[in-house]
């Protein structure tokens, strides 16, 4: 077997492997766990919650409506960027470890 073919190989066999959803979940939490966002952010007056959860996904309530809004998001540095399930798409800023700018709104981390 040549080099090619055997580094062709093992591509597909580790790309077989990450497209099992058990090893592509796990594969997923490990990388995503690498910003130090994960966690409950508020607006001021908590009307609106939204957790941003270690899998790149997110749950934000509005109010009394609880899952108002759920997708994943993805940071770069200090921008976020969120793909909600129903299309809608819209980013922000983290300004702080604890001070994230969304949406015209300021969001502050819950400890």
Do not use: C
Not at 18 to 46: I, L
Not at 58 to 87: C, F, L, M, P
């Amino acid at each position: 077997m040549t080099r090619r073919q055997l580094i062709l190989r093992t591509a597909v066999s580790l790309a077989a492997v990450f497209a099992h959803p058990v090893f592509a979940e796990d594969a997923m939490n490990k990388t995503e766990q690498t910003h130090p966002y994960v966690g409950m952010w508020v607006t001021e007056d908590g009307r609106i919650r939204h957790e941003l959860l270690p899998n790149n996904r997110y749950d934000e309530a509005r109010g009394q409506r609880e899952s108002a809004y759920r997708g994943r998001y993805e940071v770069t540095g200090t921008h976020i960027e969120y793909w909600d399930d129903t299309g809608f798409t819209a980013d922000g800023e983290f300004v702080s470890l604890d001070v994230l700018h969304h949406g015209g709104m300021v969001f502050y981390r819950r400890k």
